[in-house]
């Protein structure tokens, strides 16, 4: 089979050459020929071995329908009798390269066919584009679908409208579903905070899969700091490290909505991992505004929150003392920086990074940081990205992808951005790689099996089942 060298997959060619053999051999016995002829062996195949192999080349194929192969099945069949093994061999290869040919034109021609001509009304002229947010009205996550919608259009030919619509729920599942089941003409796009391959993973009732959603780009990596008051027993992270198995060591408390969740299996990682003297309290609601509402009140003592931003102008004063920095007096003290180091954090309206605070993947191991890693995907460059509905057509899917690529080199775009969500910075991905990251995250679905299982073995995951197909 070496000398097979067509577009048409291996994966085809292997069974369709196994099939054909085998069939030669078995009609070769009944024809009569004056001469011995080179015959292939069944090898040991039965009926339904053969037709598995039939139906495997069925299914790998992807340039051909299922009618198409079978098709070429039945031809090779019925010119098999008496073939040597490399007879059978030209004959595959022959008819192999005609039908991937054919279907590759084919498909060039539609491809060709789709795109917009010369001359041609712009594809957007006229039209209106629903700019899902799948967060509530007011918050980051709104504010960040209302900024692209406002601006997104001046980028696209024909200079559609937009308008923002919310669709809230489900742990923001409802607006990626409303997307995901969307009339695929690329007058619907989703400009999402929380839909990632974590959520796809761990969130009960998800319907999509990020590897068949497409994405127009992404817009952040988020920045996030672990806060702790400043009357719990420890300031930084470093003073509270190796303290949880001495049970004379002072405890503090961290909060997390609930217990099936990555922020909970990061929380546990932590506090084994590094033997935090910590204790959780579950049943707390996340994001920004309840976690500063809970350190306020005293529910708790720590909490990590994407609010570098925004704490200043939410809550001044609360990061620095009569010093002007977060020294030992302030309210709220930095109990460690949780963000990627692939995002430098700039000053945040009242104070800079602190010096002595540790960047967390500083103090893991590499296995360690691996695993950070793997929990802190939802604040990745996956953390606020965009997509439209899945099977929308290559050109009009260029045209969005193309206009979000302007849009946030755009100053106009960015200044806008800046005013409205106070300071966080726009950290852009292309949809093209926003995609490799999908398939990179959701790639190892086993080993993110086991992480889960060592640190949350009272859930189940069903979306990562799913992946495993169990």
């Avoid at 009798?81 to 021609?109: H, N």
């Avoid at 060591?249 to 909970?264: E, L, M, V, Y």
Wanted: hydrophobic share 40%.
């Amino acid at each position: 089979m070496r000398r097979l060298r067509t577009s048409f997959p291996l994966g085809v060619l292997l069974p369709l050459a196994m099939v054909l053999i085998w069939v030669a051999a078995a009609c070769s016995g009944a024809a009569e020929a004056p001469a011995p002829v080179q015959q292939a062996a069944p090898a040991g195949l039965s009926a339904a071995e053969v037709q598995k192999l039939v139906d495997a080349a069925k299914s790998e194929s992807t340039g051909l329908s299922e009618a198409e192969i079978q098709k070429l099945v039945d031809a090779a069949k019925s010119e098999s009798t008496g073939l040597s093994e490399d007879q059978i061999q030209k004959l595959v290869e022959k008819r192999v390269a005609a039908a991937s040919a054919a279907a590759e034109a084919a498909a060039a021609a539609a491809a060709a066919a789709s795109m917009p001509k010369p001359g041609d009304k712009p594809y957007y002229k006229g039209k209106t584009i629903r700019v899902i947010a799948n967060h509530p009205p007011g918050g980051g996550a709104d504010l960040n679908a209302r900024v692209v919608a406002r601006n997104i259009g001046r980028f696209i030919p024909g200079n559609p409208k937009t308008v923002v619509l919310n669709k809230v729920g489900g742990a923001s599942l409802v607006g990626a579903h409303f997307v995901w089941n969307a009339e695929p003409d690329g007058t619907t796009i989703g400009v999402f905070t929380g839909i990632n391959p974590i959520s796809q993973m761990v969130r009960e009732g998800v319907q999509f899969n990020l590897l068949d959603f497409p994405s127009l780009g992404g817009l952040q990596i988020r920045p996030v700091m672990w806060y702790i008051r400043g009357d719990a027993p420890y300031a930084r992270i470093k003073d509270a490290i190796g303290k949880g198995s001495d049970p004379n060591a002072p405890r503090f408390t961290n909060g997390q909505d609930k217990i099936c969740s990555a922020q909970t299996a990061r929380g546990r990682f932590l506090r084994d991992d590094l033997d935090l003297p910590m204790d959780i309290k579950y049943g707390l609601p996340g994001g920004r505004v309840p976690s500063m509402q809970q350190l306020e009140r005293g529910d708790i003592q720590a909490r990590g929150a994407g609010m570098w931003y925004t704490l200043a102008r939410d809550r001044p004063g609360w990061q620095v003392d009569e010093s002007g920095g977060n020294g030992p007096n302030s309210f709220m003290q930095i109990f460690f920086n949780a963000t990627l180091p692939e995002l430098q954090l700039r000053h945040n309206g009242e104070i800079d990074v602190p010096e002595d605070v540790d960047q967390i993947i500083d103090l893991l191991t590499p296995e360690q940081e691996k695993i950070w890693r793997l929990f802190s995907i939802p604040n990745s460059p996956l953390y606020r990205a965009s997509f439209t509905a899945p099977g929308t057509p290559d050109n009009i899917l260029k045209i969005l992808r193309d206009a979000m690529n302007q849009m946030v080199q755009d100053p106009e775009f960015l200044a806008d951005y800046d005013k409205i969500l106070s300071g966080d910075e726009v950290t852009p991905t292309p949809g093209v790689e926003m995609m490799k990251l999908y398939e990179a995250a959701l790639g190892d679905a086993k080993a993110t099996e086991a992480v889960f299982a060592k640190y949350l073995p009272e859930c189940e995951f069903p979306g990562i089942q799913k992946l495993l197909g169990k």
